[in-house]
């Protein structure tokens, strides 16, 4: 049987690397890991989410987001979400306002520059994650 520790990255793709990497540095606070590089290019990079999970971005200028694909959006988790919108919008970002959800998590959403959505959560010590229950969703 495989034992599963974690999710280690989730992969997207970028139209414009530079302008990814910049967002999720000065508007998430995401470092950058390490670079992928092809004949001295970069074409990719992994930006550290903290403990051992990342994003994985790579140049691809031709992909689209749409609501029917199978991966709908990443979810980072923040220690203050209340900090984490007021900085986004201090950076011009658009960002939905906080929201309690159904799970008991608070939750506001953002795009990045290829208009990947991007959950951010805050957890309570009610979140379903956590005390387990099934929750009636409310949207």
């Known amino acids: 049987m495989i034992q599963v520790k974690q999710l280690a990255h989730v992969c997207i793709f ?19 890991q390490f670079s ?14 903290g403990g051992r999970s ?3 971005v790579f140049q691809k200028g031709e992909s689209q987001y749409a609501e029917s694909n199978q991966i709908n959006h990443l979810c ?22 906080k929201k309690y959800a ?3 998590t608070w939750q506001a959403w953002v795009r990045d520059p ?11 010590d009610r979140s379903a994650q956590f005390v387990g229950r099934d929750r009636v969703a409310d949207w």
């Open 14 to 32: 970028a139209h414009d690397l530079e302008a990814t990497r910049a967002f999720y540095g000065d508007v998430l606070g995401l470092d950058t």
């Open 76 to 97: 980072l988790e923040v220690e203050d979400l209340d900090a984490a919108v007021e900085h986004i919008r201090s950076k011009g970002v658009e960002v939905t306002a």
């Open 102 to 104: 159904c799970d008991d």
């Open 54 to 56: 990342h994003v994985e």
């Open 114 to 124: 290829n208009d990947v959505k991007i959950e951010l959560f805050e957890y309570t």
């Open 36 to 49: 992928f590089l092809r004949d001295g290019e970069v074409f990719g990079f992994y930006l550290n989410c």
